[in-house]
């Protein structure tokens, strides 16, 4: 079946620190993967998305590159804000489950 | 404007109560789904709708009913069988099977069983 696995949290940074958030995979075929983020007491919303393999998905200084030898789909960013600190999950999506698999989440608190 | 509304926000039920929480989109999306989250926890799917008049379970259906009479609206009904049902419910749907197409998610709505 499918499965995603996300690096644990919590992860504490100092503001302009470096972000990787790890994912990986296991899917049959060739899924989709995003990475979504929740702020406190909302619903998720897409952050970024990549379609197939060597895909890079980017927006607001994140990206993430979809890595089919590695199963992977690590989330960067450069330089964080303590506007970033939310959760972060990352999901991926099969044609033939007809439905989304989602990691866990990892809580990102960035200090000021 | 275009987007996903659950209602209420916030509500509380007695224990052994039945309580319906809404979920419309405007989206003209084909699929709708239904999330649990528990504090510090993922999401874990109830049920979704890939077209109106059918709708299969999730990983966590039981305790839980639901119907899809009209394309915009899959309302969720936790009824009494459901042991523990304080949590944070997400409602969120998408264009259809296109493997491409992410999902849009409503803002919520935290039951609390008192």
């Known amino acids: 079946g499918n499965s995603v696995t996300q690096m644990e949290g919590p992860v504490t940074l100092s503001e302009e620190a470096f972000l990787t958030i790890n994912c990986t995979y296991t899917?049959?075929?060739?899924?989709?993967l995003f990475w979504y983020v929740q702020y406190p007491g909302e619903g998720l919303q897409l952050l970024l998305k990549?379609?197939?393999?060597?895909d890079k998905g980017s927006n607001k200084g994140f990206e993430a590159t979809y890595r089919k030898e590695t199963t992977s789909f690590h989330l960067e960013k450069g330089s964080v804000q303590v506007s970033d600190s939310a959760v972060y999950f990352c999901a991926l999506l099969n044609t033939n489950a007809g439905k989304s698999t989602f990691g866990d989440g990892t809580t990102l608190t960035v200090k000021p | 404007d275009g987007g996903i509304t659950q209602s209420p926000k916030y509500l509380f039920r007695k224990e052994g109560q039945n309580v319906t929480l809404s979920c419309e989109q405007n989206?003209?999306?084909?699929?709708m789904y239904w999330y649990r989250q528990d504090p510090g926890q993922g999401l874990r799917l109830i049920y979704y709708s890939q077209i109106v008049n059918d709708f299969q379970k999730g990983d966590i259906a039981e305790g839980y009913s639901v119907s899809r009479e009209k394309k915009e609206s899959f309302p969720l009904t936790v009824t009494s069988a459901q042991k523990n049902p304080t949590a944070f419910y997400l409602c969120?749907?998408?264009?259809?099977?296109?493997?491409?197409?992410?999902?849009?998610f409503g803002p919520g709505t935290r039951l609390t069983v008192l």
């Open positions: 990549a379609t197939k393999a060597d």
């Open positions: 899917a049959t075929g060739y899924p989709s």
């Open positions: 989206l003209n999306h084909d699929a």
């Open positions: 969120a749907s998408s264009p259809g099977q296109n493997s491409y197409n992410e999902q849009f």
